[in-house]
């Protein structure tokens, strides 16, 4: 539970009691159980589930491989977090989830665990890709992300070789009173070019990774999507039992 409340206030810390005693309450539970705790905390994270709404079949397969997916080139680079559980149950904005609990506290982020995250965000698109032969708008959040952990990379780390060690972003703060709104650009057109096309190049090679990742491994995103579409949620465990090869076990 502490590793997957990370920044809980105190008040956080006791909606999350309150949230898994109710549902105890409703399954009519005399204790409240750690699975009672894993829904309250995906309720207050992700949102509530919105079992009601009714997928078509082919969005929920697509689902199903695209949190697959996630999960695979998670569970398959190093330095990345482990996988703690994966869903297709729609909460909030989500259609799916796929989780990933850190192990001990970090204080930093170094360049290998960076390269890995953006792989990972990847991950879904492809498996849109291969298996479903399409692209969809789910993918959008992901795509943000990835792109902003590249450009922090290139213009605030000083991470690539081709630039070097310097800054080239302004430290966007908020804009407050006194504050001036417009932007002072230091840095030469063909200097932000050469940034566009490092940026570029960490995308390409990354999404290069994750989908050779996926295309190696194509019984294993069969398996996991499977188990997703008949199950709806699989845990760590399950996970295993599908990377070692083997039939996942069924939930607890």
């Known amino acids: 539970l502490a590793r997957g409340t990370p920044g809980f206030s105190g008040a956080d810390l006791a909606n999350l009691v309150n949230e898994a005693a109710l549902f105890a309450a409703r399954r009519s539970g005399r204790v409240v159980e750690m699975g009672d705790f894993e829904k309250a905390k995906d309720k207050i994270m992700m949102g509530p589930e919105r079992k009601s709404m009714t997928m078509p079949a082919e969005e929920l397969k697509n689902t199903a491989y695209h949190e697959s997916g996630h999960a695979l080139v998670a569970r398959l680079l190093p330095k990345t977090d482990p996988v703690h559980k994966v869903t297709i149950i729609p909460r909030g904005r989500a259609l799916g989830v ?32 291969v298996f479903m032969n399409q ?28 630039l070097g060690p310097m800054v080239y972003a302004e430290n966007e703060g908020e804009v407050f009173l006194g504050r001036s709104v417009t932007k002072h650009v230091n840095v030469s057109e063909q200097t932000m070019q050469k940034v566009d096309f490092v940026i570029r190049r960490i995308i390409d090679e990354q999404y290069a990774v994750a989908r ?16 997703l579409l008949e199950w709806e949620t699989i845990d760590a465990e399950q996970i295993d039992d599908i990377m070692n090869g083997k039939q996942p076990r069924p939930p607890k």
């Not at 360049?111 to 953006?118: A, C, E």
């Not at 943000?144 to 000083?158: F, K, L, N, P, S």
């Not at 295309?215 to 294993?220: S, T």
Request: charged share 30%; aromatic share 6%.
């Open 98 to 129: 796929t989780m990933q609990l850190p192990e001990g506290d970090r204080y930093s982020l170094d360049k290998d665990r960076m390269l890995s995250t953006i792989s990972v965000l990847f991950g879904g698109r492809i498996a849109e890709e």
């Open 135 to 162: 692209m969809t708008t789910g993918a959008s959040n992901d795509f943000e992300r990835a792109t902003q952990i590249a450009r922090d990379m290139v213009t605030r780390y000083g991470m690539t070789d081709e």
């Open 212 to 227: 050779k990742l996926i295309e190696d491994n194509q019984d294993k995103m069969h398996a996991m999507a499977n188990a």
